[in-house]
């Protein structure tokens, strides 16, 4: 896994030069949405078992078939399953915004993950969807915006003022490793 420093350094290492005045400022900017990175991953991981588990909700709510028998979701045993890929997914993410870079959500998540599912009888559309579930949640969470209707008493917020510009960067950055994701899967 290589965050924004080491991929700077590895580059500039594979081309025997020094990081120069574009490199710097990438870094630099870096390190300035630092605590903005950091507020973005406490808010998702801090959140994530609602998140995986609202995500799966919705996906069995669109496709009621997952939970009758001979479903994806259907006995304990593959719903369970289902709830640990989320997880697992969500977790990758997370790994790879807190980085900066996709390359460990791509060799340690994605790789081989849409055979993986195949060879399972998993139907794509249904882990897409659900992926996308994720991937609105994590834009309203990282924005510090998670919806009070749905969540009632179980709404956790960061508490930290944002400002939507500030964020959108991050949310972009994050729904970009969510896209990765669901073309893996498609």
Same mark, same amino acid.
């Given at each position: ?92 993410? #997370? ?20 055979? #993986? ?7 794509? #559309?249904?882990?897409?969807? +659900?992926?996308?579930?994720?991937? +609105? ?45 669901? +073309?893996?899967?498609?």
């Amino acid at each position: 896994m290589l965050d924004a420093f080491s991929r700077a350094v590895v580059s500039a290492d594979a081309s025997t030069s020094t990081i120069t005045g574009d490199g710097i400022s990438k870094l630099k900017g870096f390190i300035a949405e630092g605590n903005k990175r950091l507020d973005a991953v406490n808010a998702i991981a801090s959140n994530a078992s609602c998140m995986v588990s609202d995500a799966v909700a919705g996906m069995i709510c669109e496709n009621q078939g997952l939970i009758q028998a001979g479903g994806n979701c259907y006995p304990n045993r593959r719903m369970a399953a289902c709830l640990r890929d989320g997880e697992i997914i969500l977790r990758y993410v #997370t790994y790879a915004l807190l980085a900066g870079d996709a390359s460990v959500l791509d060799d340690r998540c994605l790789n081989g993950l849409k055979e #993986t599912y195949a060879a399972l009888g998993v139907p794509s #559309t249904s882990t897409v969807r +659900a992926v996308q579930i994720m991937k +609105a949640q994590a834009a309203a969470h990282i924005q510090d915006n998670p919806s009070e209707a749905r969540a009632g008493a179980r709404l956790r917020k960061m508490g930290t003022p944002v400002v939507q510009d500030r964020c959108a960067n991050l949310v972009a950055e994050a729904s970009s490793y969510f896209d990765r994701v669901i +073309a893996a899967l498609s």
